[in-house]
Structure formats: C-alpha cells, structure tokens
C-alpha cells in the first residue's frame, strides 16, 4: 500500500527555521514518473503549495515563498524534506506532503496525513 | 500570477438533491484544472482532473467539465458522505506552478 507520512517538530520558534520529512513507503521515490510536492492549510483557511522536487533534484517553489523554501530529495531513504527559514506565526499550518502525477494533467494524487506546526516562542 | 475563485463560498444542499460548483481563472488555463474534497480533519482527495477526467475510485455521481477560465464541479444525488470543503487547483504547464481556489464548502440543508 501506498503511503506519504509526514514528520517534524511541532512547535518552532519565531525566526527560526521549519524542517519537516516526508517518507514514501510502498514504492521507490526514485521514479521518473512522479514529482514529490510540500502543501500547507492555516487553521481554519485553505491550501496553499509550496513547492515540488523531481527525483532528479530540480525543484519548482510558489513564488511567494520561494526566498525560504528549500525542498529536497533523499533517495536512499526514500524520503524528500522541507526546509522554511525565517518562520513567523503566519506559517502556523497543517503541512501535507504529496505525490504529483504529471504528464498531460499534473495534479497531486497521493497525500499525506499531515502534520501541525505551530510558531510560537 | 493566475488567481483562482470559487463560489459560492457555502452552499446548502439537501441529500438526494444536486450540488453544482464553479471555479474561475483569472487567465486560461485550458483544462489543467483539478478538484478535491476535504473533510473536517483529513488530507484533500483527489476527484477530477484535467478538468473533467475522475480519478481512480471516485464516484461517477462526482463530474467535472469547463475550460479556459470557468469550471464546474457537480455532485448528483448528494449522499452524507459528500458534505464537505471543495477546492480546486490550477497547474502551470511550465514551469509546473500551481494555484488552489479558496474553497466551497457544501452543507446539509
């Protein structure tokens, strides 16, 4: 079965930076297919993306986050990770990690769980 | 930027009856467009795609259809289950950029 398992602190402190891992089991990340995408949801309000890494190590990041993210790709744990610098409490959210199908379409059709993150001192 | 909107931002619907949602771009964006359902608590699922294609295991009671810049989700015979937060989401060819619309939240009438 396939699954997406996110983990990381769930409290971190203003100006700080955010890391969290997502881990893919299942399947190999390694698959040319797929890319590997971080999402996040503020309590309360709706999704926003983040960004997407190809097995590869390219990456594409949302433009207004895109000074703070890094994501990146570790094959042999078949795990890709999620780093955001300066945190305030504005980056206070449910972060899900997810698999993107791309192609014709591109759209994310796997998810994880997700997990909380509080900014907070 | 493409931006994306929905509405209404809550309809109520009474079971067995039929929910229809709209999504709209602020540019075209062909028919790469998708759309999930949320529950209270749990991960988005993937419904439709390319605009009107539904993903694995997705009831056919759930259809999508649009393109350019106004997409419609419908639910026929809404059942319990379907009560929940719609979003959609718009993706960029290249680079693979992606944009979610703020969301509808469908509820018992």
């Known amino acids: 079965q396939l699954q997406l398992q996110e983990s990381g602190p769930g409290l971190v402190k203003p100006s700080e930076t955010l890391s969290l891992t997502c881990t893919f089991s299942?399947?190999?990340?390694?698959?040319?297919?797929?890319?590997w995408g971080w999402i996040r949801q503020p309590p309360g309000k709706g999704l926003e993306w983040i960004g997407n890494?190809?097995?590869?190590?390219?990456?594409y990041y949302n433009p207004s986050l895109k000074s703070r993210v890094t994501i990146s790709l570790d094959t042999s744990r078949n795990e890709f990770s999620l780093n955001l610098t300066s945190v305030t409490a504005a980056d206070t959210a449910v972060y899900y990690c997810?698999?993107?199908?791309?192609?014709?379409?591109?759209?994310?059709?796997?998810w994880g769980r997700g997990t909380l993150v509080i900014v907070s001192s | 930027e493409i931006e994306m909107t929905q509405s209404p931002v809550t309809l109520s619907v009474s079971p067995g009856e039929r929910a229809t949602l709209s999504c709209r771009a602020s540019?075209?964006?062909?028919?790469?467009l998708a759309w999930y359902q949320q529950k209270p608590g749990q991960a988005p699922r993937l419904l439709i795609y390319?605009?009107?294609t539904r993903a694995t295991g997705i009831p056919a009671r759930f259809s999508g259809s649009g393109s350019g810049t106004e997409f419609t989700l419908t639910i026929n015979s809404l059942r319990s289950e379907d009560f929940a937060v719609y979003y959609c989401?718009?993706?960029?060819?290249?680079?693979?950029?992606?944009?979610f619309g703020p969301g509808t939240k469908v509820d018992i009438k």
């Open positions: 997810a698999r993107v199908d791309y192609g014709v379409n591109w759209y994310f059709d796997l």
């Open positions: 299942g399947a190999s990340i390694s698959s040319s297919s797929y890319y």
């Open positions: 890494v190809y097995y590869s190590g390219s990456t």
């Open positions: 540019q075209s964006v062909s028919s790469n």
């Open positions: 390319g605009a009107s």
């Open positions: 989401q718009q993706y960029n060819r290249w680079p693979p950029l992606f944009t």
